[in-house]
């Protein structure tokens, strides 16, 4: 019997195997997610998405866990599962947080911008007058 016939029949009597290597890619992905983040950033990030491959992988693995009723197993994915909760709600948190706070900017941009163009017409206005204004500014 060839390899290929005793993994096919393995995994026809053990379905929940399978089960088992879908969570340890989804797990696996995350790694490589990570990887290609940082990569590209020239130095070490954690991407979102690899919150959401780990809870993913979490999940799967931990139905796996169950099912095999293995409580060291069972424990260490309900953990990981929380912990990868909690900080995708720290960053969806901070993106709400930002999102409130940038109607007070955009204001706070907008009072600005009016200074500036204040600033444009009066300096264009001394340098089309006479000295005369030059001068009574430079007095005070």
């Known amino acids: 019997m060839n390899i290929i016939t005793q ?4 995994l026809l009597a053990k379905p ?3 089960i088992g290597f879908v969570g ?3 797990f696996m992905m995350r790694f490589v997610v990570q990887w ?21 992988g979490g999940v799967i693995l931990l139905i796996y866990a ?3 009723k293995d409580p060291v197993f069972i ?22 947080a930002v999102e409130k706070q ?3 900017k955009t204001e706070t941009t907008k009072v600005l911008d009016e200074l500036e163009q204040r600033l444009r017409d009066e300096r264009q206005s001394l340098m089309t007058s006479d000295g005369a204004q030059l001068q009574k ?4």
């Open 7 to 10: 993994i096919t029949n393995y």
């Open 16 to 18: 929940w195997v399978i």
């Open 24 to 26: 340890q890619f989804f």
């Open 36 to 56: 290609m983040a940082s990569e590209r950033a020239k130095k070490s990030v954690m991407p979102v998405a690899f919150w959401f491959f780990s809870i993913g």
């Open 66 to 68: 169950l099912y095999q």
């Open 75 to 96: 424990a260490g994915q309900g953990l990981g599962l929380f912990i990868y909760l909690r900080n995708l709600a720290l960053i969806f948190g901070k993106k709400i």
């Open 102 to 104: 940038a109607p007070a």
């Open 137 to 140: 500014l430079m007095e005070r």
